[in-house]
């Protein structure tokens, strides 16, 4: 445990724990009571994990329709306007 | 005002921090996209997608600024031209990790700046880095939708 910071109270803990819950999407969340410490980080670590993986997807699909555009396709032109609004 | 970063806690509603930062996040996503689509016509489609993931992060990044641990060290890593990695397995043994220590570990590989951060620190940065990244999810799948239809 590291020994660096200051010491924080349990309802501070509390706290964040309940915070870092209500972030977890609804299908991760078995217990609609307090869950431990443990279960809640090991969920976090997981929907982190699954995150990062759909940036890897996202971007691997993304690649894939770039080549489908071109600078006068429809496509660019919604992005333009995405970034005019 | 922005408050310095978290010891006394962010009183600031969260939502209406993401929100300026949300336009900000796809400012600069869009933007890259189309830098990455001019000048990558003969580039390999692997090439792209590390582009794309690359840019992704640094639209996080950048629209979190250098109030956050996790940004400021994602924004170093992004600026030193290192590889932007996560790990996926964390352990190669197959011996479940029980103690909250453990786990606290492991969250500590997963978000940037993990290392540094005590505990309570970790807990905070997490939840901010989650709501980004789910912004940032958000927003490539929403470039997506409105590209392929």
């Not at chain 1, 309940?18 to 609804?26: I, V």
């Not at chain 2, 996209?33 to 590390?50: E, N, Y």
Request: proline letters at 3%.
């Amino acid at each position: 445990m590291s020994g660096r910071g200051s010491r924080i109270t349990d309802e501070e803990i509390n706290e964040l724990v309940s915070k870092l819950q209500s972030l977890l999407p609804e299908s991760r969340r078995r217990n609609t009571g307090r869950v431990s410490a443990s279960k809640l980080l090991k969920e976090t670590c997981s929907y982190i994990k699954s995150l990062h993986r759909e940036v890897d997807d996202l971007s691997d699909r993304l690649s894939g329709l770039m080549v489908t555009m071109d600078s006068n396709s429809p496509q660019a032109e919604i992005i333009r306007s995405l970034l005019r609004s | 005002m922005e408050s310095k970063s978290s010891t006394t806690g962010n009183r600031d509603n969260p939502n209406r921090n993401l929100h300026g930062s949300k336009t900000m996040m796809a400012s600069h996503f869009l933007r890259a996209l189309f830098r990455i689509q001019q000048t990558s016509t003969s580039s390999s489609s692997a090439g792209r997608s590390r582009r794309i993931r690359r840019a992704a992060y640094a639209s996080m990044a950048y629209s979190a600024g250098t109030r956050r641990a996790w940004s400021r060290a994602l924004l170093r890593k992004l600026r030193s031209r290192a590889r932007l990695r996560f790990p996926r397995r964390l352990s190669r043994a197959a011996t479940p990790q029980r103690r909250d220590m453990d786990q606290a570990q492991v969250l500590r590989k997963l978000v940037p700046g993990g290392p540094s951060m005590d505990d309570c620190k970790l807990l905070e940065e997490t939840a901010d880095y989650i709501r980004f990244l789910t912004t940032q999810v958000r927003l490539m799948q929403t470039v997506m939708d409105s590209v392929s239809s």
